[in-house]
C-alpha cells in the first residue's frame, strides 16, 4: 500500500480501512461515498481513542469523496489534512459524463439516471443524490492537496478542477500524467509525503508551508492548479 510504504519509515502510524461491501470488510452494498462517512467515523474515533492526536485522510476515487464527506457531514474540523486523489464532483454528474463520453444523449441518460436512482434506494437504501463531493468542498477549511490523473478514463481531471476551484480552505491540484488506477509518478509521492509530515505537525501554518511551489527533491514538478 503506497500510505504503508511512504509515511511508516517517517514514523507516522498508518490505518488502512476496507469500506463496507468491499476488501476484507462485510457488507452486502457499496454506496459509493453516501454511507462510507459512517466507517471512515468509527475508525477515527477508535484512533483518538488509541491516543492518536492528529489524524490525515488520503483517499481514493470513492475514498477521496468519502474524506470529504466525512469532514463535512461530521463536522470534524479537527482532521490535519486530506489527500484527495481522483475524486467524482456527484455521482449523477459522473454518470452523465460517462454517458456522454459513449455517444448516449443527455435525455437517455438522464431517464436511466432516474429509473437507477429509484432502484438502487429501493434495494440498497441509499439516495446517488447524496453522493456528491461538491457541498463538502464548499464547506470545508481542512488543509487539502488533490491529485488526479490528466489521462483519467472514468472520472475526468475537470472533477478535481470544479472541485479544488469550490473548495473553502487552502488547497492545491496536482495533475498529473497518467488514469484513473494507474500508479502515480514519484514526485507526487514526495508532495504527499512533506504534505503530510506538516500537517500532523500540529498548529497553525502558512500555506506556503503545506503547498511549497516547487519539489527540490524530482524534478520537474507535476502540473499544479493554485
Request: proline share 6%; charged share 20%; net charge negative.
Amino acid at each position: 500500500h503506497d500510505a504503508v510504504r511512504l509515511l511508516l519509515p517517517q514514523g507516522v502510524t498508518v490505518c488502512c480501512l476496507d469500506f463496507a461491501g468491499s476488501g476484507h470488510s462485510e457488507g452486502d452494498w457499496v454506496s459509493l461515498g453516501a454511507r462510507e462517512p459512517e466507517d471512515v467515523e468509527v475508525v477515527v474515533n477508535f484512533l483518538r481513542n488509541a491516543g492518536i492526536g492528529l489524524v490525515g485522510i488520503w483517499g481514493r476515487s470513492m475514498g477521496a469523496v468519502t474524506a470529504l464527506r466525512y469532514c463535512h457531514t461530521r463536522s470534524d474540523h479537527a482532521i490535519a489534512g486530506l489527500v484527495l486523489d481522483s475524486p467524482f464532483r456527484d455521482l449523477p454528474g459522473l454518470i452523465r459524463d460517462l454517458a456522454r463520453s459513449k455517444g448516449i444523449p443527455t435525455f437517455a441518460a438522464s431517464i436511466a439516471t432516474s429509473f437507477m436512482r429509484r432502484a438502487i434506494l429501493d434495494k440498497a437504501g441509499f439516495d446517488i443524490m447524496d453522493c456528491t463531493a461538491l457541498d463538502a468542498a464548499q464547506g470545508l477549511h481542512v488543509p487539502a492537496l488533490f491529485v488526479h490523473g490528466q489521462q483519467d478514463e472514468l472520472v475526468g481531471a475537470e472533477h478535481s478542477r470544479e472541485l479544488r476551484e469550490a473548495y473553502a480552505g487552502d488547497s492545491r491540484l496536482l495533475v498529473v500524467e497518467g488514469g484513473h488506477n494507474d500508479a502515480r509518478p514519484m514526485e507526487v509521492f514526495e508532495r504527499i509525503r512533506r504534505f503530510f509530515l506538516t500537517a500532523l505537525q500540529g498548529g497553525l501554518k502558512e500555506p506556503r508551508a503545506m503547498f511549497p511551489s516547487a519539489n527540490p527533491f524530482v524534478p520537474p514538478p507535476p502540473q499544479e492548479t493554485s
